[in-house]
Every structure is written in C-alpha cells, then in structure tokens.
C-alpha cells in the first residue's frame, strides 16, 4: 500500500480516480460490497437516533432565570406563611448539625470499647464490603459516548 | 483542565462543609476524657455518679445517678430515678424520656423533637430554600463541566442498577471506613483520614446528585427526535436538563415520608453514578497489570 492508496482510503471521494488505477483499492472496496454513491445514499444521519451531545451546549439562560425566581419566591412564601425567619431556621438547623457532631464524638470514643465480637464483625464487614466495592469499580462504565 | 478546576471548587465546598460541622461552637461544654461508660446490647443502670458520657446501644437507660457529660441512647429509651440527672446533653434514637422534667442539664435531642420544633410550613420553607442551593450548584457544576455530567447522565441512565447497588454499597463502605479511621484517632493519623474521607463523600454526593438532576431531566423533557430539538428554544442542552432534574426531584422531596425517602433513593443513585464514572471521567480506578507479551498480542 504506497501513499496514494492511504489518501484514497482516508477520503475516497476527494480521490476518485485512484480506484480505476489501483486493483487493491479496488478489490478492497468491492469487497465490502457497496460503492461510495450507495453508501452516501443509504447513510442518513436523519435516520441516526439522536446523540447525547447533540444540542447539548445550548444555554437557555431565561429558563435558568425563571426556575430560579420561581424557587426564590415560593421560599419567601413559605417562610412568610409559616411566620418563621430564615435566621431561626438556620439556628434549628445548626442544632441538628450539632446533635450529629455529638453522636459522631461519642460513636467514635464507642467503637473502641466494644466487645470483641462487634469488633470483629466491624474488621470482617470492612473488608467483605471494601472487596465488593473494589470488585464493582472495575467494571467499565456501559453509557455510550455522550 | 476544566474538571480539575471543578474537581478543585467541589472540594473546596466539601471541605468548607466538613471544617464547618467540625469546628461549629457547642453550646455545652463537654466533659471527655475518663469515666465514659459504655454498654452494648443491654440495659443499662446508672446508679453511681459518672464522671464522663454514658452510651448505650441496643437496650434502655435507667439513670438513678449523676451523670456529668452527655448520655446517647440507641434503643429503648430513658428512665430517671432517684437522684438521677444529666448534666450535658441527651440524644436518644429510638425509646422516650421518663420522669426527665428538670433532670436534663444541656439540651435533649430525640428525633421527634427535631422534626415536631419545626412546623410543615417551615420545613417546607427550608427544603425549598436547601432546592434553590442545590439548584446554583448545579448550575456552576454543569457550566463548568457539562460533558462529564452529561457522561454520568447517560450513564445512570443505561446501568440503573448497577449505578443503585454501587451506591448502597459505596455508602455502607464510607461508614465502615469512618468507623475503622476512628480507632487510629488517638494517634492523631485518623483526624486527617476522617477528614479526608468525608470530603470525598460529601464531593461524591454533590457531584453525583447534580448528574442524577440530569439524568432526571433528561427522561422527563429530553428530546427524543432532531425535529423535537430543532423546535425548542428553551428545553435544550445540559443546563435546561439540570434545571429541570432540580425542579421535578425538588417537588418529589416536598412530598411527605415519600420525599426523603425519595431523595435518599436520589443520593445512593447519585454517589454510585459519580463513583462508576469517576466522576464523569469514565476512566478506570484501578490499573490492569498487563505482561509485554500479552499486550503485544492484543
């Protein structure tokens, strides 16, 4: 195969006159049974179910927009009906992150004192679970190219 | 180039939020250090003074003593007796309190407390005010990395379950780590670990539920012919899809007992998805050891 059969192979329609000259290319293209005309005829990209790449880059910044204002506004709603500030919320969340600050310190300092047996089941589940997490990252993602 | 940049701001956030719960100011003051008491799968009775917190997982407390730090029931529930008091705070999951008017010195945390002090009305308040966070950042994660969400996308979209068991077993895997980090705490290796560890999960959580809002959006107003596309002005791209996945699963969540179920479900989806396609990378976690021959054989 010299150069010119390359340049044929990589764009045959910008090279047509080298499948007259050329037995290869020829017998090669024969090969596959059908001719660059019936090719094009045949491969619509209509027909081709539609990609996920395709429009993706599209930005529509008013939908962006309205679902924002929209969830701002049913907020002050929300808090206005229920006649509660944001700030009291905010400190009756904190005392949830709080509470599970205080069981995490005190779970911790726990799990040293347990029986042996809880300790033991804790070392065997950690590495049971650790192996089928392992065993289920190897796998190679199915998605086709987004 | 650009999923280090988010890589970067997503840990930064993860890493905000950890330091934060870490270092959030206690409004008691805590009495560690020795005369902890601990029991497992029994009842407990404390009927001498204890210089320290009381835990007990699996079985009842009866508290007929002083109790100076804090006291954490996992099971049935608290009972005083006699002198019995605590003076930090008490987090009961699980059980009631008995007889423990005036006998709680720091605050009581139960989860009827914590779900009944909040009306419906401001609960909803807050989980729509928590949509309209997750909806800026998932805004700024698609923006900045769309094709890696789109990946993820498509991927929980063609291996549900697989994406499903992955995350289940992800998270049972980041509590066990957790709890095995904390027995290297008192060699101080296991604070950066713990922090570490969390980081990664709170990064996998963010980044995974922001694919799921797409992949949610997707199934719900995706395009399914060019013609379709071609038509719409608003419903296209990755932004629009995001949006959408944030509204459709923000009103599932609004929905009582169903919603939290419903935004769990999300999570686990979310974190076995992120971690499935490393994080929308598709490449693989670990290396396969090939010998020269057999790769030249390939």
């Known amino acids: ?146 | 180039m650009r999923s280090r940049r988010v890589l970067v701001l997503l840990t930064a956030i993860a890493a905000t939020l950890v330091t934060a719960l870490l270092a959030a100011p206690s409004a008691v003051p805590h009495h560690g250090g020795g005369g902890n008491v601990v029991v497992f799968g029994r009842n407990a009775t404390i009927d001498h003074p204890v210089h320290g917190d009381v835990q007990v997982y699996r079985g009842a407390a009866t508290v007929r003593d002083r109790v100076d730090g804090d006291l954490l029931v996992f099971g049935d529930g608290v009972a005083f007796e006699g002198n019995g008091r605590v003076l930090g705070d008490v987090i009961l999951a699980g059980g009631a309190v008995k007889n423990g008017d005036g006998r709680i010195g720091g605050r009581l945390y139960t989860p009827a407390t914590i779900e009944g002090a909040m009306a419906m009305m401001t609960r909803t308040a807050v989980i729509v005010s928590l949509l309209l966070a997750w909806m800026i950042v998932a805004i700024v994660v698609t923006l900045m990395n769309g094709r890696e969400v789109r990946f993820s996308s498509v991927e929980v979209r063609t291996s549900p379950l697989h994406c499903f068991a992955l995350g289940l077993v992800a998270v049972t895997s980041f509590v066990l780590t957790a709890i095995v980090f904390s027995y290297l705490v008192p060699y101080l290796i296991g604070i950066p670990l713990l922090f570490a560890l969390a980081v990664f999960a709170v990064l996998t959580k963010i980044y995974g539920t922001v694919a799921l809002f797409h992949a949610v959006g997707t199934l719900v107003a995706g395009a399914r012919t060019r013609e379709q596309l071609a038509r719409r002005r608003w419903l296209r791209g990755d932004l629009a899809m995001v949006v959408i996945g944030v509204l459709v699963l923000g009103a599932l969540r609004l929905i009582p007992l169903v919603g939290p179920m419903i935004w769990a479900f999300a999570s686990v989806f979310g974190i076995g998805v992120a971690l499935a396609t490393k994080f929308g990378r598709r490449e693989p976690w670990f290396l396969a050891w090939a010998p020269v021959e057999a790769r030249a054989a390939r």
């Open chain 1, 1 to 146: 195969m010299n150069d010119a059969c390359q340049r044929y192979l990589e764009n045959p329609e910008a090279n047509p006159e080298h499948a007259k000259e050329c037995a290869e290319c020829r017998a090669l293209f024969d090969a596959l049974a059908i001719s660059m005309e019936d090719r094009r005829s045949r491969l619509s990209l209509d027909e081709l179910p539609l990609a996920p790449w395709e429009g993706a880059k599209h930005r529509p910044w008013g939908l962006v927009a309205a679902a924002a204002i929209f969830v701002v506004a049913l907020t002050v709603v929300f808090f206005a009906v229920a006649g509660a500030s944001p700030l009291s919320v905010l400190s009756s969340e904190m005392s949830r992150l709080e509470m599970m600050r205080e069981i995490f310190r005190l779970a911790s300092a726990a799990v040293r004192t347990a029986p042996l047996t809880w300790q033991v089941t804790i070392g065997v589940l950690f590495v049971v679970v650790n192996t089928i997490l392992v065993l289920l990252l190897r796998r190679a993602p199915r998605g086709i190219d987004a």
